[in-house]
């Protein structure tokens, strides 16, 4: 397989995105980013509102490049949006660009359909009001969010600051039933290093922002459905799908 060129918008400070995209995406894509504008010393809202009417015009910092795909590696802007406009604006990007585009978002629920997931516990490393936002975001897309893992850092509600250990001992303290869907939402987060901790002697399944870009971004990029080796998957759902495709 030739290796394939994927486009990744990043939030300026997000440490995690391109570390475990790296991984992911290992020798099957080559991936070239460019930071979402800094927009210091402003709110939270208006920096997330800032986010995303800039994703238009840093489609073009790739001027001549040619690309496979483009995803906007960035999920908490997305929370402002309702599920369909989220939709509706990567489809005029995909036409406007004639490149694949998603946003973190709507690469996330593309995943959940194609696994045929339906109920979720959601573990969400923002301030209050933004994981309300994700909250109704995924039951307005059709999800039943049968628990909220509010996830907070050393420092406050922040994605950046968090560890894995920090994460899995959240999670586990929240008592999330052992065949839960775990979606963490945030591609800031360090989440590959806590899929293994999280689903030892249990059957959950953990999808993660990061996961679900890179299965999203391979897929299209190749023009059909790649298996992501490193997602846990439950047992009775083996035998019909994973993230990343059919065994």
């Not at 994927?6 to 930071?35: C, F, K, Q, Y």
């Not at 906007?72 to 802007?77: D, I, L, V, Y």
Request: proline letters at 8%; one cysteine or more.
């Amino acid at each position: 397989m030739s290796r394939r060129r994927i486009g990744v918008l990043v939030a300026p400070a997000n440490p995690s995105a391109e570390p475990e995209l790296t991984r992911l995406l290992g020798s099957r894509a080559d991936m070239h980013v460019a930071r979402l504008p800094a927009r210091p010393g402003r709110s939270l809202i208006d920096r997330l509102e800032s986010y995303n009417s800039a994703v238009p015009a840093m489609l073009g910092a790739f001027d001549g490049l040619r690309l496979d795909a483009l995803v906007m590696a960035c999920s908490e802007p997305r929370y402002l949006l309702g599920p369909d406009e989220d939709r509706e604006q990567c489809a005029e990007l995909t036409a406007a660009t004639g490149v694949p585009f998603a946003s973190a978002t709507q690469a996330t629920r593309e995943a959940l359909e194609h696994v045929m997931v339906t109920d979720i516990v959601l573990v969400s490393p923002y301030q209050p009001w933004v994981t309300d936002l994700a909250e109704r975001f995924w039951k307005t897309a059709g999800l039943n969010v049968t628990q909220v893992v509010q996830v907070r850092a050393p420092d406050g509600y922040s994605p950046y600051g968090h560890t894995p250990a920090s994460l899995v001992s959240q999670v586990e303290l929240a008592e999330v039933p052992g065949d839960a869907v775990l979606l963490f939402t945030g591609t800031g987060l360090p989440t590959l290093p806590v899929l293994r901790p999280l689903t030892s002697g249990n059957d959950r399944t953990l999808l993660t922002s990061n996961l679900c870009v890179a299965w999203w971004a391979l897929s299209k990029a190749v023009g059909r459905h790649v298996t992501l080796s490193r997602v846990p998957y439950r047992r009775h759902m083996a035998a019909a799908a994973r993230v990343g495709g059919r065994p």
